[in-house]
């Protein structure tokens, strides 16, 4: 049973709008998460993070909000650019200091596709 | 500029075949890591080390090991190809220490098992 899930596998939004991605997760141990980008033919790239401490996360035009007694967060991109079109991929850890490894659990992504 | 290289991009091997993946990364990463990723499952860890000759279990490591000789490399071997490990394979480093270090991903491999 997957632990973080991404419910809508595909999203279309127009240029300058708003586009929200959303995850879901079960696991109660997770209390940090990441967002990662993918564009076709290349690895994922880290975008943005937040700790269970915040329920809010600021870097330009992106933001990230974590509902942590819905175990829901979501990605917003405003406003959306065609440059952003790619898969999109939350995952979620538990959150540990001088920890030997880092297992991040992965969702099964979401393609946002922006158009002109 | 932080790099992450994998040895093929694309791969085609028989049902059977002993399948070596490489992975080298430049960074000096402690950590490495072998995802597999497939249609609405996402990226699935296979394997990770923490340190050179260290090696831990993912959530799916069945068919599948790996090998650290050296800090910069990790392996992904496939003892016996079956056609349900085709898929795109990437390899990943990050820093030892906070479970939410960044990890850095190379571009894949895309390998299909006839």
């Known amino acids: 049973d997957q632990q973080v899930k991404q419910n809508s596998p595909s999203l279309s939004v127009q240029e300058g709008r708003i586009s929200i991605l959303n995850c879901d997760y079960t696991n109660s141990m997770f209390d940090y998460f990441l967002w990662y980008k993918k564009y076709p033919a290349e690895g994922p790239t880290f975008l943005i993070s937040i700790s269970s401490i915040k329920d809010k996360n600021e870097d330009g035009r992106f933001t990230v909000f974590l509902n942590k007694s819905a175990k829901h967060l979501s990605l917003h991109i405003v406003p959306s650019q065609p440059g952003d079109s790619a898969v999109y991929f939350c995952?979620?850890?538990?959150?540990?200091?001088?920890?030997?490894?880092?297992?991040?659990?992965f969702g099964g992504g979401t393609r946002l596709m922006v158009k002109p | 500029d932080v790099k992450v290289t994998q040895s093929s991009r694309y791969l085609v091997k028989r049902t059977g075949e002993k399948v070596f993946l490489e992975c080298v990364q430049d960074?000096?990463?402690?950590?490495m890591f072998w995802y597999r990723q497939d249609p609405g499952l996402g990226l699935r860890l296979i394997y990770f080390s923490y340190d050179v000759k260290m090696k831990e279990k993912g959530d799916i490591p069945e068919g599948y090991s790996v090998s650290r000789e050296k800090k910069e490399r990790f392996s992904l071997i496939l003892e016996s190809a079956s056609t349900n490990q085709t898929s795109m394979y990437l390899c990943?480093?990050?820093?030892?220490?906070?479970?939410?270090?960044?990890?850095?991903f190379g571009p894949g491999t895309r390998l299909t098992v006839t």
């Open positions: 960074m000096d990463h402690e950590n």
């Open positions: 995952a979620a850890t538990p959150e540990r200091h001088n920890n030997a490894g880092n297992m991040l659990t």
């Open positions: 990943a480093s990050s820093l030892l220490g906070f479970s939410g270090n960044e990890q850095y």
